[in-house]
């Protein structure tokens, strides 16, 4: 077997598996819901389709474009990196030949450097500190003191692995991009402040009340403030 398919196909498993443990967390639903504008996204008409195929609140029938987008709203990203780190970290301790085999590969190749480089990319643009003021949008503090330590886990895993990659850490090897995600990151935060600050106050609001003009204004406020920080990340999902 071909060093390529052999690696591939191990690391697409073993991120798959620890990836899946994370969305079937019975935490998570509760988690997603709430750190996310995911319901924001759903009650705007922003696409061609519903967010939902049937309207049902599970993510199976979440299609996957507003689940996209309202991770990289919230800075989180996790559908691009999650599981990378672990099934990177499996293979450089349990088969250091075959990390090897990879380390080269992302160095040679043009599909694995494309593949490794867009995880990088994707790693650069999520905030912990924002992904954080997000969290706190969430009630219940087991909840979300459980899926964002899962999550910031996976997030140093993978930043770490990827540095033995790429043999550099993202700011040594992409400066340029660096200080521009970071100057991004500081004009967006006051931006996300006032999506948060929105979420809360349009959350708190009987539902009953989302006809009149008040939490219509509430929810127009949401809109322009989930476009405003798509157009600067230039990502829909």
């Known amino acids: 077997v ?12 073993e991120s798959m598996k620890h990836y899946m ?3 079937h967390h019975d935490s998570f639903i509760a988690f997603y819901r709430q750190a996310t504008p995911i319901d924001a996204i759903e009650a705007g008409k922003i696409g061609s389709r519903p967010a939902r195929r049937t309207g049902q609140t599970t993510l199976a029938d979440l299609r996957a474009i507003p689940w996209v987008f309202s991770w990289g709203q919230a800075r989180f990203n996790i559908t691009s990196w999650y599981g990378v780190g672990t099934a990177l970290n499996r293979l450089m301790n349990e088969n250091p030949g075959q990390f ?5 590969q992302a160095q040679e190749d ?3 450097r494309y593949i490794i480089s867009n995880v990088d990319t994707s790693l650069a643009a999520t905030d912990e500190t924002i992904m954080s003021q997000y969290a706190d949008l969430v009630g219940d503090s087991s909840v979300r003191d459980t899926i964002m330590k899962m999550i910031v886990s996976e997030l140093e895993l993978t930043r770490e692995v990827l540095a033995e990659v ?5 700011q040594v090897r992409r400066k340029h991009h660096y200080y521009s995600n970071i100057l991004r990151s500081e004009a967006l935060k006051p ?3 006032k999506q948060i600050g929105l979420l809360k106050e349009w959350r708190s609001k009987d539902r009953a009340e989302e006809e009149k003009a008040s ?3 509430i929810l127009l406020e949401l809109q322009l403030t ?3 920080i798509a157009s600067a990340l230039r990502n829909t999902g």
Do not use: C, R, Y
């Open 191 to 193: 931006l996300h402040k």
């Open 215 to 217: 939490s219509q204004g």
């Open 2 to 13: 071909d060093p390529l398919e052999a690696n591939m196909e191990t690391l697409s498993k």
């Open 21 to 23: 443990e994370l969305i």
């Open 166 to 170: 790429f043999t550099a850490p993202f």
């Open 226 to 228: 989930i476009n405003g």
């Open 100 to 104: 090897s085999v990879l380390v080269k």
């Open 110 to 112: 043009t599909l694995i």
